[in-house]
């Protein structure tokens, strides 16, 4: 175990030198990119703040820190699950239409990322929560008028979310850069 201490904080020392804190910034902001395209650039914080908990023997970046990043990132993923559904349901919509943002949003995702890989999967995804909510609605009985209401609640819902794991990753990637530089 001593082994791996030491080398654990001889690569930290090769990388704490401005190269390294380059290439993190690369990273970080890689990140932060991926967040939008719903690549999962929140989990890429996480492992990166993980190997330079690991290099440092986790004197740079704390257990805990690990920790409550791990928290917040589930936290995002949920609030990304839920709210373009919550959202539609404030502007109108019933179960059926909260079903319908949810499942396009899914959907929307994937079929955008194979329509037009990376950039696609956002608009897949907002498209898709509107799309769903509308075609449940208007399935179920509702007006147009109501139906595209409740669309437009589950596009706002999906556009709050993303910023909410975007203010997240904003937040983690600040606390490393402080962290280690």
């Known amino acids: 175990m001593e082994t791996l201490k030491a080398w654990g904080s001889a690569v930290w020392a090769g990388l704490s030198g401005v190269g390294g804190l380059v290439l993190l910034d690369v990273v970080l902001v890689a990140a932060l990119l991926m967040i939008p395209l719903g ?8 492992g990166t703040a993980l190997l330079i908990g690991f290099l440092t023997n986790f004197s740079v970046i704390s257990v805990w820190v690990i920790a409550v990043f791990a928290i917040l990132v589930i936290l995002g993923e949920v609030v990304e699950a839920v709210l373009g559904s919550f959202v539609a349901q404030k502007f109108g919509a019933s179960k059926w239409g909260m079903l319908g943002a ?53 596009f706002l819902g999906k556009v709050l979310a993303t910023a909410f794991k975007l203010g997240v990753g904003f937040g983690m990637a600040l606390y490393l850069v402080i962290r280690t530089h």
Not at 39 to 46: D, T
Not at 102 to 124: H, M, N, Y
């Open 39 to 46: 690549l999962g650039g929140n989990f890429v914080l996480l």
């Open 102 to 154: 949810f499942l396009g949003g899914l959907v929307g995702a994937v079929i955008g990322t194979a329509w037009l890989p990376i950039i696609g999967s956002l608009i897949g995804s907002f498209a898709g929560a509107a799309a769903g909510a509308v075609a449940l609605e208007l399935i179920n009985g509702k007006e147009t008028e109501p139906g595209l209401k409740a669309g437009w609640g589950a």
